[in-house]
């Protein structure tokens, strides 16, 4: 009877928690909805040549706004489906290097809006391994738009990737705010976001740096950061060189 009471109340527990994982997934995909229906009449309202100087401005602000909200709410439903365990990886054969300098021209307007120049330096033209290209894009994207995010204007973003027959290593270098030592340690954890005034004016939710910790992790590697106030920041990535026969 008391192993039965004890599984009933797992069972309760087990509902009650997908339960509560519908509901926000169908929460969050409603409000990607809602975005992505005010931005695209936003979006051709700012194309009036008509509208004067002043005008494009609020509306190219709001167009920006309801884009990194869309991020923000994408990047929960993608934490969700890890937090739950439901997340797995589709390995593909992929140019390391074209998919970096890719991501690099995707996010080269961001960075031009604060006058950032954004400089890749790959060790090497090509080089093919297994990752989930997908989830590879996220990661690149997080640490390449964080660096923008808080970098002063008018300075550098320094891509580094470095290659070898068992690894590869991925460094984004900015010359941004920083972060503090008691920050660095919390960096990786639920939902952190430093305290520090520009945080207090960046829409995020905090979870970008840990859905990357956990897509490195997914790829068997690991993250770290190094980083000094008012210097910069560098955060690297390292993972081992995979191969697979086939798709997946």
Known sequence: ?????????????????????????NTAHDIRTSLTLIKAPVEELSKEKKLNRIWKYYLNLAIEQARQLTSVVTQLMDF????????????????????????????????????IELVFVPDRESYIT??????????????ISNAIKYSINNSQIRIELRC??????????????????????????????????????VVGSGIGLLLVKNYV????????????????????VVIPFKSISGSQ
């Open 1 to 25: 009877m008391f192993l039965y009471f004890l599984y009933y109340i797992n069972r309760l527990k087990q509902e009650h928690t997908e339960e509560k994982v519908r509901f926000f997934t």
């Open 80 to 115: 969700q489906k890890v937090d739950v365990g439901k997340e797995h990886l589709l390995l593909s054969m992929t140019d390391i290097v074209k998919l970096v300098s890719y991501r690099r021209i995707m996010l080269a307007s961001f960075a031009k809006s604060k006058n």
């Open 130 to 143: 297994a990752v989930d290209e997908s989830k590879m894009e996220k990661i690149i994207d997080n640490l």
């Open 164 to 201: 070898d027959d068992k690894k590869w290593t991925l460094q984004v270098k900015d010359n941004g705010i920083g972060i503090s030592k008691k920050a660095q340690r919390q960096l990786f954890k639920e939902f952190y976001r430093g305290d520090n005034a520009i945080n207090s004016k």
């Open 217 to 236: 992790t997914m790829h068997s590697g690991n993250i770290s950061c190094s980083s000094q106030e008012n210097v910069g920041s560098t955060f690297q």
